[in-house]
């Protein structure tokens, strides 16, 4: 079991040991997509959803998801944080509206933000629908992925669109 980093000798899951790695500047970026009916993105864009201002309550359950990521994913180490930004872009599409959620996340540590960032964007998407299921239960949450990640040991990415 010694190629896999997270097995310990029995074979048993493990968190890895990040005791040795070095502290550097770590920042991730994720997306994740809401596609809605008319009526909902209009009720959203004008403040009518019973519930409050949608993208601000989901901004802020983003933030939260970010900083308790490691109480979700069992192997993810609880990181401070050193940043958080959630922000979000509308597109009309043929037959519904598509919101597009980015999170990006930054730390100064000994382990990357990967997870705290697609945690973030996720969390923000099952906000929005926790919020205007009332109006249309129809709401389908699209893909989430990584777009970017910098620094630590594996170095960067960047996702080629396409």
Not at 32 to 45: D, G, L, Q
Not at 46 to 71: N, P, W
Request: glycine residues 8%.
């Amino acid at each position: 079991m010694g190629t896999f980093t997270h097995f310990n000798e029995q074979g048993r899951a493990k968190m890895v040991d990040i005791s040795e790695k070095g502290e550097t500047v770590r920042t991730a970026c994720a997306m994740s997509r809401v596609i809605v009916s008319k009526e909902v993105y209009e009720k959203i864009v004008r403040s009518e959803v019973k519930k409050g201002d949608v993208l601000a309550v989901a901004q802020v359950a983003g933030i939260m998801a970010a900083k308790r990521t490691a109480d979700l994913i069992p192997m993810c180490h609880p990181i401070s944080l050193t940043g958080v930004d959630i922000s979000f872009t509308w597109q009309a599409k043929e037959t519904n509206y598509e919101l597009q959620i980015e999170a990006f996340v930054k730390t100064k540590g000994s382990t990357g933000v990967e997870m705290e960032a697609l945690t973030a964007a996720s969390i923000c998407a099952l906000t929005i629908y926790d919020m205007c299921k009332a109006i249309d239960k129809g709401i389908v949450i699209g893909s989430t992925y990584l777009v970017e990640k910098t620094g630590g040991k594996s170095g960067n990415f960047k996702r080629q669109e396409g």
